[in-house]
């Protein structure tokens, strides 16, 4: 599929809103069967999904969000309100605004930190679980505390610790990433309908702090059928964070790495990506 036709998304979507406690959280729906929600990151917005979301859309009703503070959702101000609670509170909204009790729930970076988190603290919303480029937040500690590569890898996410930082953020430069022309573009004209500042409040309310520790308890453990996806050329999260995630997931885990993909693997490889995703919800 050309980049043309998966970009064309952006029109043949329906574009609603659902309502978490008065902030209005914008997601794009596509396709029709069983629920799939799609949860960006760090600095992204739905359209992220264009190609997972036609590989789908035969079997499947994909939700992709807005997280809060991106493009078209609501930006309320104050860093408390992008506690990853409130992250995991909009993706239930969307899930019940589709008249759903639960769904598929597929996440990549913040958005995949928020997908664990709705598995370990509101499971019944889940029904699979997919996560890429993100370790579990057990692990991500971990890696802080005991991998010099990882604390390397992290330099970016102390700056943005800084509550005067998004002061410095180039919307230009938030998409460096994106390689096709017309992709960077829209990404663009939705950095700019987008907030730094709360963009930035995702790390402050929820990024370790030094001094790294590692976690001094077990985890909640994960019930579900979970897929993990990793570009292993990710600078921001080092593959090192996917060792012992077998033991917080008591159900069916599977890992699947791609060599020559970075952290933003679905536009990476996204065809690879989309084939296991699909292969995986339908087994």
Do not use: C
Request: proline share 5%; no cysteine; glycine share 6%.
């Amino acid at each position: 599929m050309s980049e043309a036709e998966a970009l064309a998304l952006e029109d043949k979507a329906e574009h609603r809103y659902a309502n978490n406690n008065g902030v209005k959280i914008h997601y794009a729906l596509y396709g029709s069967g069983p629920l799939v929600v799609f949860l960006h990151g760090f600095p992204d917005y739905w359209l992220t999904w264009r190609h997972q979301m036609l590989a789908l859309s035969k079997s499947f009703r994909s939700a992709a969000l807005d997280m809060r503070g991106y493009n078209l959702s609501d930006k309320p101000k104050g860093v408390e309100n992008y506690n990853i609670n409130r992250l995991v509170d909009d993706a239930a909204a969307v899930i019940a605004d589709q008249g759903e009790k639960s769904a598929v729930v597929v996440g990549h970076d913040w958005g995949g930190a928020t997908a664990w988190n709705i598995a370990m603290r509101r499971p019944e919303l889940v029904e699979k679980l997919a996560i890429l480029n993100m370790p579990h937040p057990y692990s991500l500690a971990r890696e802080l505390a005991t991998n010099a590569e990882q604390v390397r890898y992290s330099q970016y996410a102390r700056n943005f610790l800084n509550p005067e930082f998004y002061k410095q953020i180039s919307l230009e430069r938030l998409g460096n990433w994106v390689s096709a022309p017309a992709a960077k573009a829209k990404h663009l004209e939705a950095m700019k309908r987008s907030d730094p500042q709360a963009m930035l409040h995702y790390y402050q309310a929820n990024y370790p702090r030094e001094p790294y520790r590692v976690w001094d308890s077990e985890p909640v453990h994960v019930k579900m059928p979970t897929l993990l996806i990793h570009g292993l050329k990710d600078k921001a999260l080092a593959s090192t964070g996917l060792n012992g995630l077998w033991n917080w997931v008591d159900a069916d885990l599977t890992i699947t790495t791609i060599p020559g993909a970075d952290h933003f693997v679905q536009q990476d490889a996204a065809d690879l990506v989309s084939r296991t995703l699909l292969a995986w919800l339908k087994r």
